[in-house]
């Protein structure tokens, strides 16, 4: 049996202090939202990154030694330098740093220059070893898009599967990068979730619940949550083991 519920992300994060987010669609958003909602509950967050992330005022630069003084605005934006207006990224100690100061600590791990879908190139994405979740975004709004409209990265796509660019993102392509290589590539020993984001926006909203349900159905995992960031509505779609 299939079950739709209405929730909120802080819910089902529970538990996770280090959160990585990777994919495309809406990653830094969807950080600032997050940060925001937990910081109301009275929690201490910080935004930092593995990558780049766009340095929004107010932000900190991390010294030398790591140490960004006792008192800080809640959320906090934390990089190492700024290049080109990014916040660079942070070191895997850094984060253990930051895990002493702040009970949840939220990392942009991958870049996708604004698309709605990412393919890694060989370093990406770059998770941390501390992390506890790894949230992977992925924007709806690529459906029935052209891949070199909404792909970041869509010539290594194209050349290493075979895929014209002039193709359009039909729902089994779309299905069809969450794979261990694309959109999933990095989260083989941990904990992830998958989010499909701009919900308000994409074509087909008739089909997306069939898509939800065929991503379970293949990764064999047990839900999925389908969101609008912009109208603040967050589904979770799931199944009753035994049933499906």
Same mark, same amino acid.
């Given at each position: 049996? $299939?079950?739709?519920?209405?929730?909120?992300?802080? /819910?089902?994060?529970?538990?996770?202090?280090?959160?990585?987010?990777?994919?495309?669609? &809406?990653?830094?958003?969807?950080?600032?939202?997050?940060?925001?909602?937990?910081?109301?509950? &009275?929690?201490?967050?910080?935004?930092?990154?593995?990558?780049?992330?766009?340095?929004?005022?107010?932000?900190?630069?991390?010294?030398?030694?790591?140490?960004?003084?006792?008192?800080?605005?809640?959320?906090?934006?934390?990089?190492?330098?700024?290049?080109?207006?990014?916040?660079?990224?942070?070191?895997?100690? *850094?984060?253990?740093?930051?895990?002493?100061?702040?009970?949840?600590?939220?990392?942009?791990?991958?870049?996708?220059?604004?698309?709605?879908?990412?393919?890694?190139?060989?370093?990406?994405?770059?998770?941390?070893?501390?992390? /506890?979740?790894?949230?992977?975004?992925?924007?709806?709004?690529?459906?029935?898009?052209?891949?070199?409209?909404?792909?970041?990265? $869509?010539?290594?796509?194209? /050349?290493?599967? &075979?895929?014209?660019?002039?193709?359009?993102?039909?729902?089994?392509?779309?299905?069809?990068?969450?794979?261990? *290589?694309?959109?999933?590539?990095?989260?083989?020993?941990? *904990?992830?979730?998958?989010?499909?984001?701009?919900? *308000?926006?994409?074509?087909?909203?008739?089909?997306?619940?069939?898509?939800?349900?065929?991503?379970?159905?293949?990764?064999?995992?047990?839900?999925?949550?389908?969101?609008?960031?912009?109208?603040?509505?967050?589904?979770?779609?799931?199944?009753?083991?035994?049933?499906?």
């Amino acid at each position: 049996m $299939w079950f739709y519920q209405s929730i909120e992300p802080v /819910d089902f994060l529970k538990g996770s202090k280090f959160i990585s987010f990777i994919g495309g669609g &809406g990653k830094t958003s969807f950080i600032k939202y997050l940060a925001e909602e937990f910081s109301k509950k &009275g929690e201490k967050v910080v935004i930092t990154t593995t990558t780049k992330i766009w340095a929004e005022e107010p932000f900190l630069l991390l010294q030398g030694d790591g140490d960004i003084g006792r008192d800080c605005m809640n959320p906090v934006m934390i990089g190492k330098t700024v290049e080109g207006g990014k916040l660079t990224a942070i070191s895997e100690k *850094d984060i253990e740093y930051l895990g002493r100061r702040f009970e949840r600590v939220l990392i942009e791990a991958d870049g996708a220059k604004g698309k709605s879908i990412k393919f890694p190139a060989s370093y990406e994405p770059v998770i941390p070893a501390l992390t /506890d979740k790894v949230i992977v975004l992925c924007g709806l709004d690529s459906l029935f898009k052209r891949i070199d409209d909404v792909v970041f990265r $869509w010539g290594m796509l194209c /050349d290493i599967t &075979g895929l014209s660019c002039y193709e359009i993102v039909n729902p089994e392509i779309f299905l069809g990068f969450f794979s261990r *290589d694309i959109l999933l590539k990095g989260t083989e020993k941990k *904990d992830f979730l998958i989010i499909l984001n701009k919900y *308000d926006i994409c074509e087909g909203r008739d089909i997306i619940s069939d898509i939800a349900k065929n991503l379970i159905r293949r990764l064999r995992i047990d839900e999925v949550y389908i969101s609008s960031l912009v109208h603040r509505v967050f589904y979770r779609i799931s199944y009753c083991k035994g049933i499906l």
